[in-house]
C-alpha cells in the first residue's frame, strides 16, 4: 500500500506543477494573482472534448492545439485587460476573478452544466513494484515532466526566458537594460495560459469534463504556490509534489477531508511562519 | 394647465397597466424552483427545474389550470443553489420576496434542511426530494417528500440482493454531506441486517475528482461490493473507471441517485458492466419515454431519470392546488394532499401518501423504484423495491 501511495502522489503531485507553474509565472513577473487559472484549466479541455472527443483528431495534436490557442488567447487578455493593471495586485486580482466567470458562464451557454467524459486514448494498468498504475496518468505524468523541462530549459537558456526573470527580479533595471517589459508581459500570460490549458486538455479524458472543473485545480494551484513561495518556479515543483504526496499518504490513512484540512493547515502555517513560501522570495 | 392634464392622462394610463400587470400575475400560479443547476449535482437540478416546465407546457398548452372555476397559467422559476445551503437560503427569499412564489420545489437535503422552518413560517407548500428524514417532523404541515426516501426502499433494495447476489463483503462510499452520512448509516445498518459483512465505510467531499487514494485504502479491504449510494451519477462513474484502473475486478451497487448513463459515460461501459443501481423510471416505459423526449427537445442532453419523480412531484401540487379550489390559501392546498392521493404516475404506478412510520405525519408521497443493472452500457430493469 505504501508504494501505492507513493505513486498516487506523485501522480497527481506533477499534474499540480503543471497548474501551478503558470499560476507562479503569472504573479512572478506581473505581480498578479491570476484567479482565472482554473478556467484556462478547463478551457483546455473543453478544446480537447471538441477536437479529441467530437472531431476525432489525435489527442496529442488536441492537446497541443489547446496549448496554442490558449497561448494566443492568453496573450490578447494580457494585452486589452491584464496590462493596465500590471503590479496592482488587488485590481488584477479582481480583474483574474471577472475574467474567470466569464470563462465558466460562456462554457456553461455552449456546453450545459452536465460533466461530460470522453474516451481515454490510453487504457490498462502496469505494475510498479507493488503499485498498480493507470497508463494514462503515466502518460499524463510523462508529458508533465517533459513540459517542466522545457520550461525549465526555456527560462535558463533562452533570451526571452532570461529575459522574463530579469523583469520578475527587477522590472526596472531590466528595462534599463533593453529588456521591453510589454513583450515579457504578454509572453509570461501566454505561457501561463499554454500550461494551464496542456494541463487540462492532458486530465480531460482522466476526469470528467464540465463548466466548474477548474476550481478544485485552481485551488490546489493556489495551495502549491503559496507553499512553495509565489513567483518562485523551484517552490512550485517542491509544493506539487509535497502536496501531491500529503493528500494522497493522507486520504489513504484518514480521509480526503482530512487531506484537505492538512493542505489548508500546512498554507495557514506557512503563511504565519514563513510568509515568503519555502522557496519564494520577497515583493520587490 | 396642459402638463396637468398629461400629468392625469399619464398617471391614469400607469395605474390601468398596473392593475392589468397585477391581474396577470393573479391568473399564474408560480412554481419555484431551488435545485443545483450547475456542478456536478446538476443532472438532478436541470431534471427538477424542467419536469415541472414540461408538466406546466402540457397544462398551458390546453388552456391552463382550473381551479375554483378559474384558469390560471402555470410559471416555473428556477434558481441555482449549487448544492449550498446558503446558496438555497438567498435563492428561497428571492422566490418568496421578489417572485411572489407560494408554491416550491427543493431539491438538496442540505437546502430543505436550511429552509425547512422558514417553509413553515411563510406557509409556503414545498416539495422536497431531500433523502433525510430529518426533512419532515411530526408538527410539519407544509413540506412534502415527492418520492420514498432511502429509509422506504433500500430495505427491500438490499432483501433484494441478499437474494440475488452472492458477493458479501461490503464497503459503503457516500459524498461527505447530509445526504452522504444519512445513506451511510441506513445502508450499513440494512447490509448487517441482511448478513453482509460491512467492511467500513469512507466519505469524500463532492467537488473530488481523484479517487484513487480512497480507492487504495478500499481495495486494501478486499471488498466484493462497494456501494456508492448517494453518489452523483458522474462521480460514481468516475469512482468505478478509478477502480478498474486499480484492478478492483468486483461489484458494484448504488441504493441511491440513480442515473445509469452518466454512470457509463464516466465509468466506460465495459467498466460499468453489471452495477446494478436504484432506477427512479423504467426506460422502456412510455409515459418516461414522453417526458425524458421533452426534456431532450428542451435542454438538449438525456435526462437523469429523477425527471420521473419531480414530474409527479409538481403533478401532485397542481392537482391539490385544484382540490382545494384557491391557490391563495396555501392551508387548504397542503391539507389537500390527502385527498388527491393516491393518483396514477406517469409511468402508470400507484402513488399514495405515507411517511408516517419514519417521520410521524403523513407528509411523503410514497412512490415504486425499479432495480436495475447495467448491461452493455444500458440499464435493464430486474426487479422492483416495495
Redesign the interface.
Known sequence: ?IE??IV??L??GFIYIIMALGFTLIFGIMRIVNFAHGEFYMAGAVVVLFLFGALGWNFFLAVVMAGFLAAALGIVIERVLFRPLVGNELPGMIMSLAVGITLQSIA?ILF??????I??PFSG?WQLVNA?V?WDRTVVAIAALVILAAFYLFLKYSRLGLAMQAVAQDRETASLMGVESGLIYASAFGIACALARLAGGLMAPI??I????G??PMLKAFVVVILGGLGSVPGAVLGGLLIGLS???L???F???T??IASFTIVLLIVVMRPTGLMGRGAP | MKLKHYLTFATAGLALGLSALTAMAADTIKIGVIAPLTGAGAPWGMAAAEAPKILAADINAKGGLTVGGKTYKVEVVAYDDQYKAAEAVAAYNRLVNQDGVKYMIILSSAATMALKQNVEDDEVVAVTAAYTAKAIEPSTKYLFRMYSTPADYVPSFIAWMKDNVKEKRVVVVNPNDETGWDQTQLSEKLFKENGFEVLGHELFERAQKDFQPLLTKIIAMKPDIIELGGTSPATAGLIIRQARELGYDKLFSKTGGAGPAEIVAGAGAKAAEGVINMLYADPANEGYRRIAAAYKASVGQDPNEILVSFYDGANVLLKAIQKAGDPSDTGKVAAAFASVLPMPSVQGDQLSLGGKAISGVDNQIMTVNYIGVIRDGQPVVIGKTK
Open positions: 500500500m501505492q501511495m498516487n502522489g501522480l497527481a456553461l450545459g452544466p452536465s460533466e461530460q467524459s474516451e481515454r494498468t498498480v493507470p476526469y470528467t464540465g463548466p466548474y472543473m476550481e478544485l493528500e494522497s499518504v486520504s489513504t490513512l480521509s480526503s477531508t487531506a484537505l
